[in-house]
């Protein structure tokens, strides 16, 4: 599971300003619904938004957390280098747990989001 968010990140990571210039006109769609809301269609745009949003969330943590190699415990390293690097792992691990399950209710979100805006169409 490692390995593959690695691929992914080394991926995402030179497309971070597209995730974030995503993230930033998702807020300002949001805002301008917002502003200018006048019925119940808007409120499917605004959970489009969010939905969206969460995405370009979840691929920047995926850029940002998983895109350095990921460390591999040397035996003949000493006692401190390699606790060291089994906490670096299990953080990933932790990381990539956490991201697995976002991934998962977002994506989960996003079918509802998608029902519900094909619904007010």
Excluded: Q
Aim: hydrophobic share 60%; charged share 15%; proline share 2%.
């Amino acid at each position: 599971m490692l390995a593959f968010y690695n691929r992914l990140a080394r991926r995402l990571h030179g497309h971070r300003w597209l995730l974030w210039s995503i993230s930033g006109s998702t807020v300002a769609v949001f805002a301008g619904t917002l502003v200018v809301s006048d019925g119940s269609a808007d409120e499917a745009y605004i959970m489009a938004c969010v939905a969206v949003f969460l995405w370009s969330l979840c691929l920047t943590m995926i850029a940002y957390g998983f895109w350095a190699p990921i460390p591999l415990v040397d035996p003949k390293a000493g006692l401190w280098a390699r606790l060291k690097l089994r906490v670096k792992r299990g953080y990933l691990w932790l990381l990539a747990i956490v991201t697995t399950a976002l991934s998962v209710l977002v994506a989960f979100t996003s079918l509802r989001v998608l029902g519900i805006v094909l619904r007010s169409l």
